[in-house]
């Protein structure tokens, strides 16, 4: 379980908060989503998960253990990133997603090594592309072997920071079902930042809703109403249900 307690964060000394006493709590298993205006502090709570970024105060535990004072090669064996940057070396696909388990091997790959990367490859559907170089792909293909390789770290916590913001419908339901099926068949939690609420509404367990750089709502699908899109994103949205899915859509101007 991740239990994050009243974190607090700023760049410098002299600004301001960008996260105040942030406390949330997502269970294994479970597919959380960060919902929030640009700039709310999503990205900069991954980076102090990661150990990227020291707060100001606060703790940040995955299992019990003090992520904060973990060892780097230690954190690497529990937790793994997505980010939106994306960058990799002249390498094949194969090879790409093979060193997200460097933490497990060291300088040279075991039998195992290469049987989990093969196994993470089959479940993506990604066997068209494990001898080309990536740097050939396209930026949707990258993005899946960005998650192929945190995936292969067999990490007990993801960081998905907008992980499907590359790719084309067809392959971001791909993805985000293939996570939400790691978080049920490993028992990984999965911390998602989405921009996309319908997308949230869809594969997400539990939602933090951030406003003010500290979560102001939170719980499942049903915690989501009209006002409190309009309360944490400023927007007037209904909510309609089509064939059993929440659907959220924009108010136009004349609406009431």
């Known amino acids: 379980m991740l239990q994050i307690e009243r974190l607090s964060f700023r ?47 606060g ?14 090669r230690e954190r690497a064996g529990k937790v793994a990133y997505v980010p939106q940057d994306i960058r990799f070396g002249s390498l094949s696909v194969f090879d790409s997603i093979l060193m997200g388990r460097v933490s497990y091997f060291g300088s040279k790959a ?12 089959a479940d993506m559907h990604l066997e068209p592309f494990a001898a080309r170089n990536v740097q050939e792909l396209s930026g949707g293909e990258r993005q899946k072997i960005a998650i192929a390789r945190a995936m292969a770290q067999e ?18 339901q791909q993805t985000m079902e293939e996570a939400k099926k790691l978080a049920r068949r490993r028992g990984v939690a999965i911390l998602s930042s989405l921009h996309d609420l319908n997308q949230a509404m869809r594969y ?6 951030i406003r003010d750089g500290a979560v102001k709502y939170t719980g499942g699908a049903g915690c989501i109403t009209e006002s409190v899109i309009g309360d944490v994103f400023g ?17 136009n101007r004349y609406e009431g």
């Open 11 to 57: 760049y410098d000394r002299r600004a301001p908060l960008v996260l105040n006493d942030f406390s949330m709590q997502l269970q294994d298993g479970e597919v959380g989503i960060l919902l929030g205006r640009n700039g709310s502090g999503k990205t900069t709570l991954f980076q102090n998960i990661l150990g990227i970024r020291k707060p100001q105060s």
């Open 59 to 72: 703790t940040v535990r995955f299992d019990g253990a003090d992520l904060l004072a973990m060892p780097r």
């Open 110 to 121: 075991r039998p195992e090594d290469r049987a989990a990367v093969e196994e993470i490859i």
């Open 155 to 172: 990490p007990r916590l993801l960081l998905f920071d907008e992980p499907t913001g590359n790719l084309d419908v067809a392959n971001e």
């Open 204 to 209: 997400g367990d539990r939602f933090f809703l």
């Open 235 to 251: 927007i007037s949205v209904r909510i309609v249900e089509i064939e059993g899915q929440k659907i959220i859509i924009g108010r």
